[in-house]
């Protein structure tokens, strides 16, 4: 079963953006329930994710995939 057939490719920005709104919406959630030092663990993860990205975007330039 193909998942992507008929589904348009959408640029890495658009995927980089969504993922940084939701990340947003985390923490804003959480500062209102929670309060403002609740979000610390989410903290070290979002930038561990950074990183990540950041990795996925170099090698993304590097070895251009079609």
């Known amino acids: 079963m ?3 057939c008929g589904m348009k490719k959408q640029p890495l920005w658009v995927y980089v953006v969504g993922v940084l ?3 947003a919406v985390i923490f804003v959630v ?3 329930v ?3 030092t609740a979000g ?3 903290l070290h993860v979002f ?3 950074l990183l ?3 990795a996925m975007y170099i ?3 590097l070895y251009r995939w079609e």
Do not use: R
Request: hydrophobic share 40%; charged share 0%; with cysteine.
């Open 52 to 54: 990540g990205m950041l």
């Open 47 to 49: 930038g561990g994710f």
């Open 21 to 23: 709104v939701v990340w």
């Open 2 to 4: 193909c998942y992507t």
């Open 30 to 32: 959480g500062y209102f």
């Open 40 to 42: 610390y663990p989410a």
């Open 34 to 36: 929670y309060g403002p």
């Open 59 to 61: 090698a993304m330039h």
